[in-house]
């Protein structure tokens, strides 16, 4: 594809729904990070997957958030039992082998918890 | 853990200068980058270098490393009001993890 891509968009769900966003990294690479970037605050790392190897969910905020990729290409993040707190733009990034240089950015879901 | 730390706000007058400061605390870092995320845009690289250098210029930009330091630097010269946007430090560690700081906010005045 042209770029990474996010969907949705924009969500908004009420409180106490869970939530998937979605991921489609540029074809090829085999790096996925999830960022998530709160009003007026830096981009947050939550979770990085890298071709086959275990993911790094240590930056995941709590046991609500998970996030797969399957088949090493698509990416999930979910939110479960979604709060006020987790309205955010998440921000997805694809980089090529390891150690390239760029991660590529989509242009984000922004979720909205009423 | 990683820690990635910068100023957030900065504001410069068109046509000066604009120095962006860094400080990150792994040092097996492999690249350090700056990114920049216009109003309402997504986030573009802008430029990075790699852990072994210590300068490299692009134009109006010039980033400094100082390994030693941990610290980094974005210079922008002849400062123009579409260089007003928030620019982020990053840096990739040896397990290809990416961590962000919290973004400098540059604003420029006429």
């Known amino acids: 594809g042209a770029g990474v891509s996010q969907s949705p968009s924009n969500k908004v769900t009420e409180k106490g729904k869970d939530v998937e966003l979605r991921c489609d990294p540029i074809s090829g690479h085999t790096a996925l990070y999830w960022y998530r970037q709160s009003l007026g605050q830096g981009l947050e790392f939550l979770i990085y997957f890298q071709g086959n190897s275990a993911p790094d969910k240590s930056g995941l905020p709590s046991d609500r958030f998970s996030a797969e990729r399957t088949g090493g290409s698509v990416s999930t993040l979910t939110i479960q039992r979604t709060q006020q707190e987790d309205s955010a733009v998440y921000l997805c990034a694809s980089s090529p082998a390891p150690g390239n240089t760029e991660a590529f950015f989509g242009q984000g879901t922004r979720l909205t918890v009423v | 853990g990683e820690d990635v730390e910068q100023s957030l706000f900065l504001s410069v007058r068109e046509g000066d200068s604009s120095v962006i400061n860094c400080t990150y605390t792994?040092?097996?870092?492999?690249?350090l980058y700056w990114y920049k995320q216009e109003p309402g845009a997504g986030l573009q690289l802008l430029t990075y270098i790699f852990s072994n250098m210590d300068m490299k210029q692009d134009q109006r930009l010039t980033v400094l490393l100082n390994k030693k330091d941990k610290h980094l630097s974005l210079r922008i010269a002849d400062t123009q009001t579409g260089d007003s946007a928030i620019y982020f430090c990053a840096e990739r560690g040896r397990d290809d993890k990416i961590i962000f700081g919290k973004g400098t906010r540059l604003h420029i005045l006429p």
């Open positions: 792994d040092s097996s870092s492999t690249y």
